[in-house]
């Protein structure tokens, strides 16, 4: 046989293995994103400082009593819970933090928002709506917007 047909027989034959499952997996698309944004005075329990208009998002989630963590850790203690699924909680900035899992669920996002008791912390991505293991939320945005020149102020509460 010639060395150009074996040459050919040979990268149809890669093409195809490489289609049947050599190829690389497509990312899951977030079908129910983060909606509504609003603006909320939100105050930073620590220390009583006032943030003027920050924006907040309402964030679908798959069950009630969802659990509100100190960290972004699930051996981080728990400080309170959001008590109603679907689109009645708000949430302020995402980030990334330690695995956490829920039966075949798995994710390493947690979003900012607060308890219903009123206590601040971290809920993992793996009670939202609509995404895919390892993905973070098409309609929460990671903390932004606080940059300084020369002497900066630490990070809002909501992102620490």
Known sequence: MPLRKINRLTAAL????????????????????CHSPTRRDLTDPSTGLLWRGVEVRLCNLTQRHV???????AGAP??????????????????????FRLGSVANNWWASTRADNGWWGWVPEVYFAGGGNYEDDAGLRLPGGYACATTCPPPPFWAR
């Open 67 to 73: 659990p509100v963590f100190a960290g972004r850790s």
């Open 14 to 33: 890669a093409l195809a293995v490489g289609l049947a499952g050599g190829a690389p997996h497509a990312y899951a698309i977030d079908t129910i994103p």
């Open 78 to 99: 728990v400080m309170g819970y959001l008590e109603q699924g679907g689109a009645a909680n708000w949430f302020v900035t995402e980030m990334h933090g330690g695995d």
